[in-house]
């Protein structure tokens, strides 16, 4: 699986402390257990009986429940799916298990149901058991992918956001990364990050970032129109989706078409913008960002000097993040001599 040359801050396995960033985990929303409605109020002494019940003999009431995913009635099915949900989100030693038991085929049927609840039902319990290491292999390899891209497709609100997080699960194995993307997942979670809600941008925002390690979901990702987006996300400083879109930019602007389209779509105002008045991990997301667009096209560095970005630049150089000043320094010099090939060999250094 090909992969391209990174900048070196850890996220998900992943190194990226180039760009200074001690807690990168703050910029993504991790996909953790399903964050659908709970069973009804007139159900909760059942769910509290079903915990109670699972602490004393959680094996024999799993098996219980896995015979019910396969039971001929709807309402069955329905109810020992939320409760296999219920199990594996409160306890997590319950998710081997539930694996173990027979759960993961039946409830990937679940996923390809036409009842929306029952789908929905389906894909949250995958993702809740998709949180245990030991069963994303095994949740692949019994055929989930698919349906999932389905479900990310034709499902409910939050039949999508809990299927774009069972799919960010299961890309953390890196051999499912391209699986997933050459099953339509990219253009499904790029119109997820566009349209969907808080929740559902900040879904997408992670599963594309996981899944755009690998350099042919990276170019299915720009075909499928991520900029136009990722840009509009970044010019909202006040929302929470701006180191989000930045660092999934920061991925995509290695390739040609990633930076013609974010020039195309406004995005150099945008991050000059942001080395102005934005917060310092963000200064220094979005100075990596332009390095790479202007270390190869002088037309993109006239372009960027126009917006005026020297002024903030020469302060990011002064006040800013070790690697922010230096990254800010090379980028001074290019736009004041952007004929200069030295220059240009020291930016490729930095970019390292």
């Keep these: 699986m090909e992969r391209e040359n990174e900048s070196n801050y850890s996220y998900m396995g992943r190194d990226f402390s180039d760009l200074s960033i001690n807690d990168a985990s703050m910029a993504f929303s ?10 009804s109020t007139d159900s ?3 769910r509290q009986l079903l915990i109670a019940c699972a602490s004393e003999n959680s094996d024999e009431l799993i098996r219980q429940l896995v015979s019910g995913l396969e039971s001929c009635s709807t309402e069955e099915r ?43 039902y389906g894909v949250t319990a995958i993702l809740n058991l998709s949180l245990c290491d030991e069963n994303k292999e095994f949740i692949a390899s019994s055929g989930a992918i698919k349906p999932l891209v389905r479900a990310l497709r034709t499902g409910t609100s939050t039949t999508k956001e809990n299927a774009a997080c069972a799919l960010l699960r299961l890309s953390q194995v890196d051999e499912n990364k391209i699986p997933i993307g050459r099953s339509g997942a990219i253009p499904l979670l790029v119109n997820l990050l566009e349209t969907g809600a808080s929740r559902g941008k900040k879904d997408a925002s992670t599963a594309l970032y996981s899944l755009c ?37 920061g991925l995509l602007v290695s390739l040609t078409d990633a930076k013609a389209a974010l020039v195309d779509e406004g995005g150099i105002p945008v991050l000059v913008e942001i080395i102005e008045v934005g917060s310092q991990r963000q200064k220094e997301i979005a100075v990596t960002i332009l390095l790479q667009v202007c270390e190869d096209n002088v037309v993109y560095r006239a372009m960027v000097a126009r917006e005026g970005a020297i002024p903030p630049l020469v302060a990011l150089s002064q006040f800013g993040t070790i690697r922010a000043k230096k990254k800010a320094e090379t980028l001074i010099e290019l736009l004041r001599q952007p004929r200069s090939g030295n220059i240009a060999a020291r930016t490729s250094e930095l970019s390292v």
């Design 213 to 249: 390690s690998v350099k042919e979901n990276k170019i299915r990702a720009v075909k499928a129109g991520i900029i136009k987006p990722l840009v509009e996300l970044m010019a909202d400083l006040e929302s929470s989706m701006v180191d989000k879109a930045a660092y999934v930019l």
């Design 78 to 120: 329905k109810q020992a799916a939320m409760e296999i949900r219920l199990l594996a989100k409160n306890k997590p030693e319950n998710r081997l298990r539930i694996a173990k038991a027979g759960a993961v085929k039946p409830l990937i049927s679940l996923i390809s149901s036409a009842d929306p609840q029952l789908q929905e």
């Design 44 to 46: 909760s002494e059942r």
């Design 30 to 39: 991790d996909c953790n257990s399903d964050r659908s409605g709970e069973f």
